[in-house]
């Protein structure tokens, strides 16, 4: 009977240190007004895109191959068979997206290599390709925006693909070689450089839901994948440091090298159940701290239980951070499915607005995100966040909220250095296809012209204000 009474007693006070250590924030997120988000000078204002998502023809990588095929029973991979074909054609009309960006007021472009059109094979570059890149930074630097270049944004050549990608660890060697030719070719123009986009996104959906290629499920095989990305990154770190000695801005930095990590925000779905609180703690641990203590640490750890086991060194991934990306969505509540099919329960929240990807509209954990990856004791900038939806009203609420929620970091000290919002325009969802529509500008897929949305103009105005200020 005593150690009953103990055991509850000891699960209440376990139940409280969570929830103290852990608190669900929330704040007042109407009557925020674009007068008031005010930020300091020289804070990055930007949008962000990636290269098979808008640029069209990229039939010579893994994704291509991926629209092309069905599943095991004979359905499409991505939304109703589309496939990104011309995408929004940002290969031709990348002037006129540059003269959008400018209309916007932004001072930065974050956009992506797309690696099976620079090496279509192994160790063959193509120059052409190589000389659109160089095209499309100096007409950013003409029009005063400032190049950041993903190296890596979820897409590989067909013969990266073919020898396994990312799950060979040779590919890393080919990635490096890949990264030094674009450094080497763009150093002039970019000094902001993130070699992945989002690693633990890409080898969780490639490697264990099996949404992205290669649609393998196998969690021990996905972080096998995500520590050879990890690894791939410190190296190409040096490999960057090595061959960007030029300083494009002027700062007296050659060059800036970071990686872009995802954060999702998980909460317990009901706070006072342990069990879901175990549930938030896996979830969690796996998704966003395993990897902010890699950095920290040196060494990739994940010790899941009843799940995955792994550890392995990663030789000079300590400091291999000059800052780091955030991207961030949403916030996602969890917990165990005792009686149920699902043993992972993942709820949004009741009375939050849901985007059309149904991500609930939870500006609160971009602080909670930010806060979090101060770990790392590196600028940090949000280099993706926005909103696929049609209502206009919710979209231009959203922007407000979340531009709050990185000021309200700041003001607590957050190290934060600019704000990119997903995307310049509509695109290619990857598997979701064309419906989901996140863009500032509308894209017209008959005919590929472009609007800007209603909900956009509060983005313009927010940094007209903060751009204006500086002037003075
Ligand atoms: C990702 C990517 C983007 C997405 C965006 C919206 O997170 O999957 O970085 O390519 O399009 O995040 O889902």
Request: net charge negative; proline share 3%; hydrophobic share 40%.
């Amino acid at each position: 009977m005593l150690i009953l009474v103990y055991a509850v007693l000891i699960i209440i006070l376990l139940l409280v240190i969570l929830n103290l250590r852990y608190p669900s924030v929330s704040w007042d997120t109407n009557n925020i007004r674009f007068e008031g988000l005010l930020f300091p000078d020289g804070f990055i204002w930007g949008v962000a895109t990636s290269s098979h998502q808008v640029e069209g023809y990229c039939d010579n990588n893994d994704w291509y191959i991926w629209e092309n095929s069905i599943d095991e029973v004979g359905k499409p991979r991505v939304k109703n068979g589309q496939k990104s074909g011309v995408a929004c054609d940002h290969w031709n009309r990348y002037r006129e997206d540059i003269e959008l960006i400018k209309e916007l007021g932004c001072n930065a472009y974050r956009f992506s290599i797309e690696w099976s059109k620079v090496e279509p094979e192994k160790s063959r570059w193509d120059e052409k390709a190589i000389d659109h890149y160089q095209a499309v930074c100096e007409c950013l630097l003409e029009k005063g925006i400032r190049p950041f270049v993903t190296l890596h944004h979820f897409t590989n050549p067909i013969w990266i693909w073919e020898m396994g990608g990312f799950e060979n660890e040779d590919t890393v060697k080919y990635f490096l070689e890949y990264v030094e030719k674009i450094v080497t070719s763009l150093k002039v123009y970019v000094d902001w450089w993130a070699t992945f986009n989002e690693p633990v996104v890409y080898a969780v959906l490639g490697w264990y839901l099996g949404i992205f290629p290669p649609g393998k499920k196998n969690i021990l095989e996905a972080t096998r994948v995500l520590a050879n990305l990890l690894e791939a990154h410190a190296k190409a770190y040096y490999v960057i440091h090595g061959a960007d000695d030029f300083d494009a801005d002027g700062d007296g930095v050659t060059c800036n090298v970071g990686i872009v990590k995802s954060v999702q925000i998980f909460d317990p779905y009901r706070r006072w159940n342990l069990l879901d609180w175990l549930v938030f703690y896996m979830l969690d641990y796996y998704y966003n701290q395993s990897f902010i203590d890699a950095f920290l640490s040196g060494e990739f750890k994940v010790n899941v239980p009843l799940s995955v086991r792994y550890r392995r060194r990663i030789e000079l991934l300590e400091n291999s951070l000059d800052w780091v990306g955030l991207n961030y969505y949403t916030r996602v509540l969890c917990g165990l499915g005792l009686f149920r099919k699902e043993k992972v329960i993942l709820k949004n929240t009741k009375r939050l607005p849901v985007t059309d990807m149904g991500w609930t509209v939870y500006p609160q954990g971009l602080y909670r995100a930010l806060l979090r990856l101060r770990s790392l004791g590196v600028p940090i900038f949000v280099t993706e966040n926005g909103i696929a939806t049609m209502d206009e009203k919710l979209r231009g609420e959203f922007i407000l909220q979340h531009v709050d929620a990185v000021r309200e970091a700041l003001l607590d000290g957050v190290d934060v250095r600019g704000y990119f919002y997903w995307s310049l325009m509509d695109n290619f969802e990857w598997a979701e296809g064309f419906d989901k529509r996140f863009g500032l500008y509308y894209v017209n897929y008959n005919n590929l012209e472009r609007e800007l949305k209603k909900g956009s103009e509060i983005y313009k105005k927010i940094i007209l204000n903060n751009i204006m200020r500086q002037k003075r």
